[in-house]
């Protein structure tokens, strides 16, 4: 007679095998299983599977599996950042920014000049997700990028450390050479908005006189963001880029 099956969860061997399977929904049960075991040492399969995975779903609950396991996670997405192909590097920086884990911005880090825009892209966002202040001014240096998608992907970025990037960026508006990165630090202390940047008032003030005129325009439009909600104004919205 036949001994009944193990369920999943009890038999991560078998979960293993099943993320392979060729149906979808049969390897987002496998993933599922995996995530309630929560096993460091079968991290390196799973991110493996995950580099390869597919379904965008199930490659979401796989990265909710290895955020269970968040050393081993990280050591495995490092590992494919200096190996992998571009989606592998996508997916890699993806699980990094949903680690958040600060000892890993030097890996991360080294991609946000990538030769591909989506990598380079991803590695500032996730930078901005670990949300250490650290790199701040490696961020603010890189303002100016002529591709609109490069630079609203950055004001993103930025704009997610709010007030703490609010003074370096400040520095990037009053002494940066390139009218367009000066241009561009309006913009992200306009989406930055009330009430986290108030204090960049001063320096936009002054640059309503900068000889260009994107600047004065980017300029215009955060102060008005920040007037039309001065300090103590409650439930001030975030403008968009």
Known sequence: MNQPRKPLADNPSAALAALVHPDKDMRQHAAVALGQRAEPHLAPRIAELLWQEPDYFVRETLTWVLTRTPEAAADAASSALSVGDVNTRL?????LSKLADPNTVPVVARFIDDADPLVADKARWALARIADPSVIP???D???DTDQTARDAMTTAL???GAPAVPTICTALTTAND?????????????????GAHEAAPALADALHDDHPDVRLAATLALRELVDYPPGAQGAPRSQP
């Open 159 to 161: 704009s997610q450390f």
């Open 138 to 140: 490696l961020l603010v």
């Open 179 to 195: 009218p367009s990165a000066r241009a561009h630090a309006a913009d992200v202390l306009c989406f930055i908005g009330a009430p």
């Open 142 to 144: 890189r303002l100016g």
């Open 91 to 95: 997916q890699a920086l993806h699980l």
